[in-house]
């Protein structure tokens, strides 16, 4: 008989492919930093960034930007998440909603948030709320257009027969149009994860005392590309972070989706 696998021992089954990945990136990195194909000075090599970064953590200015950039981009992805899911299931369910609202959502997708930044600053200052309605703009328009698919895609024998026996519309959400829609808001919700990250870094370029890509901006302004690549690194674990926790929210939450 097989023994069957603790869940220790799954979970290190399914970590197993990533770490490899990681691995090797990281002995390419090492190598790449140390073959002189480019200058010392601007490739930094794995322990470098590490230094870099463990100097940021010990005076302080790490969990500072850290804590600036995740509360803009936290407020903002909610903020755009819950709006763009919402208009999502509107315009997906309603057909002529859709025929007035998706024109204008496609006319605004192909704009990005950075080319707000002048345009947002003018109008709220160089504050909080122009940086994280920027954010909230870009994860709006991300979601909108999974939720709007997902939605319009379940079957119209679904929604007809909750009505023809009597389902409100209340229900008729909650029990027909939100679990058959479900796998695409998770997928929108951690696309939108990472649109907020992109989002947020055209945010504090736009003007900011504090932040991960505030202190990128600095960091490059001196040439301290070992500080820059820690900034970059930390960047990157956010989204895998997020990501991480929006896939095991969908499993919990809905695990009939494929998430």
């Known amino acids: 008989m097989h023994a069957i696998p603790s869940p220790a021992g799954r979970a290190i089954g399914r970590l197993a492919p990533a770490l490899g990945t990681a691995c090797v990136v990281l002995a390419l990195w ?10 010392p000075g601007l490739l930094p090599g794995p322990g470098a960034t590490a230094a870099a970064l463990v100097a940021g953590a010990r005076d302080g200015t790490l969990a500072t930007d850290l804590a600036a950039s995740l509360a803009r981009a936290g407020q903002g992805f909610a903020l755009g998440a819950v709006a763009g899911g919402a208009l999502g299931f509107a ?13 204008l959502v496609s006319f605004l997708r192909p704009i990005p948030a950075v080319a707000l930044v002048p ?11 122009a940086k994280r309605l920027l954010i909230a703009y870009a994860v709006l328009l991300a979601v909108w ?21 009597g389902a409100p519309l209340h229900r008729r959400f909650t029990e027909v ?7 695409a808001l998770l997928a929108a919700l951690r696309y939108g994860a990472s649109v907020a990250l992109l989002a947020l870094v055209a945010a504090e370029l736009g003007g900011a005392d ?5 202190r990128l901006q600095v960091d490059g302004q001196f040439l ?8 970059l690194l930390v960047l990157g ?23």
């Not at 315009?91 to 024109?103: I, W």
């Not at 345009?119 to 709320?129: D, V």
């Not at 504090?210 to 505030?214: D, E, F, N, V």
């Open 30 to 39: 090492s190598l790449l930093a140390r073959s002189g194909a480019v200058a």
């Open 91 to 103: 315009t997906g369910y309603l057909p002529r909603l859709s025929a007035a609202v998706s024109p």
């Open 119 to 129: 345009l947002a600053t003018a109008w709220f200052g160089i504050g909080e709320s």
């Open 145 to 165: 257009l999974y939720v709007h698919d997902g939605v319009s895609r379940v079957p119209d024998s679904y929604v007809r027969a909750a009505r023809s026996l």
């Open 177 to 183: 149009l939100l679990p058959a829609a479900a796998p």
């Open 210 to 214: 504090s932040g991960l890509a505030y």
């Open 224 to 231: 301290r590309v070992d500080r820059m690549f820690a900034g």
């Open 237 to 259: 674990l956010l989204g895998v972070a997020a990501d991480l926790v929006l896939a095991t929210a969908g499993r919990r939450f809905a695990h009939w989706s494929a998430s």
